[in-house]
């Protein structure tokens, strides 16, 4: 797991903060229909093609005791139907989804702590995903912006999928 830290020094947590909910940024193969489409996914996400990763928010709750993992995603209703992609592709809305499941631990790959939320974190997803319009529209509307808008609502960092975009292209 990699520090996300060209971020500005607001990651740095205040003493008093009141949340200590750690907040991440995870990218996963995007999926798509069995066959050679999921295959050709697997393969441009293990070759770290930008483009071809679906990006989730993670939360690492601070509370209650053990700590809880959780995983935001915004992604097509049916990821892996052929009309839904090729609908996508033509640049008309779908319907989308916002998933919410737990994971046992952080990732190990691909995964980047980006700060501390300013509120509890689980209570602020949650509103933030009530207001999320769900119609997704490649381009304009999909897990990046997702993505980006609940990274800056948890913890105020802007831009954060373009620094680690900038970040990954120097390794």
């Not at 500005?8 to 909910?21: E, G, K, L, T």
């Not at 139907?81 to 989308?96: F, M, Q, T, Y």
């Not at 997704?136 to 999928?161: D, W």
Request: hydrophobic share 40%; charged share 20%.
């Amino acid at each position: 797991m990699e520090a996300f830290s060209s971020l500005s020094s607001s990651v740095s947590a205040p003493i008093n903060r009141i949340s200590r909910d750690e907040v991440y940024v995870g990218a996963v193969p995007l999926r798509a229909s069995k066959g050679p489409a999921q295959l050709l996914m697997s393969t441009a996400y293990s070759l770290n093609f930008w483009d071809f990763q679906h990006f989730i928010v993670i939360i690492k709750s601070s509370s209650p005791p053990p700590p809880q993992v959780l995983v935001y995603d915004f992604q097509p209703q049916d990821p892996e139907s052929i009309w839904v992609a090729v609908a996508a592709l033509s640049g008309r809305k779908v319907s989308g989804v916002i998933l919410v499941r737990k994971l046992g631990k952080l990732p190990k790959r691909k995964c980047w702590f980006v700060g501390y939320s300013k509120e509890n974190a689980i209570d602020a997803a949650l509103k933030f995903n009530e207001n999320w319009e769900t119609d997704l529209r490649i381009g304009h509307h999909v897990c990046r912006n997702y993505t980006q808008g609940l990274v800056e609502y948890l913890t105020g960092e802007k831009a954060v999928l373009q620094h680690l975009r900038k970040n990954s292209n120097k390794t």
